[in-house]
């Protein structure tokens, strides 16, 4: 196995979750914030727009994005249905695939608003319409219908439409040259092919990716475009922002650094990691390279949010990351999951991958929902002085709450890759069985027993109909964990993979069953910034396992102002275990408790708080801190992740 | 003498300025700024809107504050012909007076958008409409042209709009008891009841302070006329924000911190402590007191800036003060020394006051305008990261450029005020010749010589046709200068006014000329920030006299990015006086050097730079520091004024 090796991802429908954290997690998307943001599509007329009901006048007017709304929505509702059968939600699901059926037009469109809206603007403005976008949504719901259904109810309809997208848009002489003005479809036309393998989808994502930010010699796609409509092109005063915010200035092989809107580029990076995995396209795989450091080591926070620039709802100057202002949208910590989990597939012996995607998943990502699944944050700023921020029911623009919920019902997509070789790389130590199927065309069972996320350790259980001598685990160590070791009940071999990782293999076992155990701890450790991220000079993160944590003032109810904490360099954390009860006596309602699985860690320690008051002396306190995706949810209170050291 | 004495502001046509310095930045007001603001209004239609002519259709629409543009570039023309006369420039200004005079309605009502707009909405949206704040402007304008030309023209049609404004709010019986949404006209009614004693002025800006805010039993008046128009009342989603806002969400009385928009609030608390002068009302003195340390105590940046909230043009919580992001409005600054200015009456022994005017006028303000006068900055951040800022030519919001002008070429009105018993404060050190009216009723003149602003010390010479025993000088000790010390040829008393100033006095002396000389040198300083600002925990400011200083990529073109410089606790700062040759060499162009007045010092210091690429070594390097508000002369470049400490 060398590290060129590529992997596959393992399908959804092959595993399935029992950690009670992520159950907790998971049943809260179905219990919560799927009727939640039903009812709310409901009144606000996205659930029915599909039915191109809609007239000059009235109200409730369709939306660009509205359809992808639905799409989300209906996607997280099928993996919930997989896994939780459920007749009144599976009816909802199967309305929504009756209605986005019954939006399709003769040629293969499926577009509300320039259906019933702007009809005479179809394709003309795709640098702004969000056509594709939808389109790409609707797609990844038709293929998680398929999954859950086995029917090409919605799968059928929806390669119609790309189809026709395709007799639209591509290199070929005649098609528009266009490509998205938001990026999405790109990754869903790669999913895709990954199911049904027909090349036509592989060929248009490819074409998007490589198109994208061309200078041919009739000019910018978009500057065509805009002319064609009568209006000035980008950039200017009133015309819109540079091309660079759609990642559009130049072509992928040209970028050194991700610019723009954070979710447009996240997905756009993800598509072209899928992509360069089957086309295994060199000029891809170097830029990939490129702007996964750009995104990552020079414009990531520490939580794994991306976007310092409100404005852009996207990036900045490498290293700047402030905290009360930062953006740190959830959907571009979602999209940061999906580009990871591309990468891996490029690489599956580089760990960073993987490791970015846990952080990701555990914080930026979990700390857009509440933990009664009922509320959510849009933007994620890593501080708060005013007590401004708490989640909100809905958004006029709601792209995050329907994405949480479609990437928390699908988190078990994240967990193994299936290498070459019979190699199971182990991203997540989540508990769980998985089915693989090997290179000899068997498939055998999975079981993982982990302490994850509050303890480190999994216990795997290995079971076929013959040998698994063949059998390897690409197990990762995680971020800031000691004492990692690896047993097992039989005679194994363990192999470095670098230092983030361990392969384990048996070759010399007959049963039908191996069990290899690893176990590791997790401490409270000590982040530090960039000594360029100037917003955190002198200051310390803590994380413990896949946890940053934060304090938040309502636990540390004795501190007037979180801003006078000091940490000594030397400070000791303690741990303590909430169970039910603990986390009730921690001010969590019922709701939020059975949202975490029932259990949490947080952390104590003893800080200097300045006092600012001349006449007052500086106090020590006990000072708590909670994991970063808990907070907010116990009433308005204020938030600090990185804490000035003494 | 006791503290609770009060002391009047001098006349500005009481004074006239020698300063090279100050001369140099007067000049360049007079020979660059006047014209270009004159031909950017021109090209814009706003020079010519009073002429009333704009209709429907047309372009230039007149907006609700063009008024004002005219109005306080025509007050900073009258300060500057008062000494320069100049036949042009007195033609255009004779213009502007006629325009006015031309636009004024029957019942004295004087608003082009108000007129030719929407007339319609006359006095109808006083929270937003700006009328009352064109208002405010005009009659400063009309002010300033009364004292340079002693003739009526233009103050009597602004008293009789006054009159107007008079008849139609006020606490008396069917009168609107409204208030203006952006404040200014208070202040400048004040202004003019210094100047005529007319008590409907003091009487109606009495009435603005006291009305601001408070909850009638048929509402707030914002409400009120939102009603009254058929639109949504404030705050809500549309409708804009809360009242506090325009500082009307409670009465003066009843707040305790500066709130929403920075200039709206420093204008009326400027126009809340002219009233309170003269009024002597002890509730406005304690609001004053309370919002004078809430806003320069707990909310101002280091070089005297207002406003950490982009969105609001507006105040943070406490100790939030963001470099990059802060907002540090021009006009805000501008409005904080006449806000300090109106403080130091009310109690002009206690110095903060006046070194907070000091500061804000050598730092805040002057950094709001080119060096050349020719460009400007309507919002000032502390730091730059990517050298995306410089100043622009006009803005469509054109506050600054022309209030920054009629701040600088009224600069003389702030060196001295005159208290009772012949006292004389001096709170700037600025070369310039007075002439002030004793108890007695005899006019002395003082000539001040100084050294200023790059070195400390002045000597003053009094004259006056009988004996000056009486007169005393209140001489203030600037911020952190050393070895201040008072000499004179005639035998004089010393006496400490507090910490921050000696009173002066030859009580002996039979001459009719006295002379006193105060010498203090200024040495680099460091800065610390208050504790609970964290954006700059670990940081140094660097100051030398009245000036805070900054580290520009210009004169550092070695150092790849500011953010790697850390500057050692030890650092030892070495001065370097540049003449017109040494600016030339340091890249200033001619006329930059010229409105500098052909000097500046400049700081120099070794400091550590990190290596951030992991096969370098750190290195050391000298490190330039400029003043900051000579930033930003010479192209795009980078800023930092706070430097993390090593």
């Known amino acids: 196995m060398t590290s060129s090796s590529l992997a596959r991802p393992i399908e959804l429908q092959d595993v399935s979750i029992s950690s009670k954290f992520w159950l907790g997690r998971i049943r809260t ?139 639209v848009f591509g290199a070929e002489e005649g098609k528009k040259k266009g490509y998205p003005g938001h990026e999405e479809v790109e990754l869903s036309l790669v999913r895709t092919y990954d199911i049904t393998d027909d090349p036509l989808l592989l060929n248009l994502a490819d074409y998007f990716i490589k198109e994208r930010g061309s200078r041919r010699p009739e000019g910018h796609y978009y500057d065509i475009e805009a002319k064609a409509r009568g209006v000035p092109p980008q950039p200017g005063p009133g015309h819109g922002p540079p091309y660079s915010y759609h990642q559009a200035d130049r072509t992928i092989g040209e970028m050194t650094s ?8 996240m997905y756009w990076l993800a598509g072209a990691a899928g992509v360069c995995r089957l086309t295994k396209d060199k000029s891809i795989r170097r830029a990939l390279d490129r702007l996964w450091k750009s995104a990552v080591h020079r414009k990531m926070y520490v939580t794994g949010g991306l976007g310092a620039i409100p404005e852009l709802e996207g990036f900045g100057p490498d290293y700047y990351l402030p905290n009360e202002t930062g953006y740190l949208e959830t959907c571009a910590a979602i999209a940061l999951v999906f580009f990871a989990h591309q990468m891996i597939h490029l690489d599956p012996l580089n760990m960073e991958y993987a490791r970015v995607l846990e ?21 994620n700023p890593l501080a708060t002085v005013d007590g401004y921020l708490s989640r909100s029911k809905w958004f006029e623009v709601a792209c995050c709450p329907a994405n949480v919920a479609r990437l928390l019902s699908s988190v078990g997509r994240y967990i193994y890759s299936i290498g070459s070789d019979d190699m199971i790389f182990v991203h997540l130590y989540v508990s769980s069985v998985a089915r693989v199927t090997l290179s000899t065309g068997e498939t055998i069972r999975i079981s993982q027993e982990s302490k994850g996320p509050w303890e480190g350790g999994s216990a795997f259980a290995i079971d076929g109909s013959t040998n698994l001598g063949s059998v390897k685990l690409c197990l990762r160590i995680p971020d800031g964990c000691t004492d990692f070791k690896v047993t097992s009940s039989s005679s194994f071999q363990c192999e470095s993979a670098g230092y983030q990782a361990r392969i384990v293999q048996c070759p010399f076992v007959t049963q039908k069953t191996v069990s290899i155990s690893v176990s590791f701890s997790f401490r409270p450790r000590s982040i530090h910034p960039h000594p360029l991220n100037l917003d955190n000079t002198h200051c310390v993160a803590i994380a413990r396992g896949p946890f940053i944590y934060c304090v938040e003032s309502t636990d540390n109810p004795d501190i007037t102002d979180l801003r006078a904490i000091r940490i000594p360099d030397n400070a000791e954390f303690s741990e303590e275990i909430l169970d039910e009860q603990g986390l009730g006596r921690q001010g969590f309602d019922q ?16 800080a200097h708080i300045l006092q600012t008051d001349r006449n007052e002396q500086d106090t020590n306190t006990v000072l708590t801190l909670i994991p970063y995706f808990m907070w907010a949810n116990r009433g308005k209170s204020n938030l600090r992740v990185w804490l000035p050291r003494l």
């Open 591 to 606: 709701a939020c408790v059975h949202g975490l699985g029932d259990k949490a860690i947080i952390l104590k320690t003893k």
């Open 29 to 167: 998307v179905k219990d919560a914030s799927l009727p939640a943001m039903y009812q709310q599509m409901k009144e606000t007329g996205r659930w029915d727009c599909l039915k191109l009901q809609w007239k000059p006048g009235q109200p409730n007017k369709p939306h660009q994005f509205w359809d992808s709304d639905i799409a989300k929505w209906l996607e997280a509702a099928c993996y919930i249905l997989a896994k939780f059968p459920d007749a009144s939600l599976h009816r909802l699901a199967e309305e929504a695939v009756d209605n986005i059926r019954g939006a399709q037009q003769e040629d293969g469109y499926i577009n509300t608003y320039y259906t019933v809206v702007e009809p005479e603007l179809k394709w003309a403005n795709i640098a702004w319409s969000h056509e594709l976008y939808c389109a790409g949504h609707l797609l990844e719901a038709a293929l998680a219908h398929y999954t859950y259904t086995g029917s090409n109810r919605l799968l059928g309809p929806l390669m119609k439409y790309v189809r026709y997208i395709d007799s």
């Open 359 to 379: 952080l990701a998943l555990y914080n930026a990502v979990l700390v857009g929902v509440a933990l009664d699944g009922k509320s959510f944050f849009y933007d």
């Open 258 to 265: 991700v610019e723009g809107h954070a979710v447009r580029a």
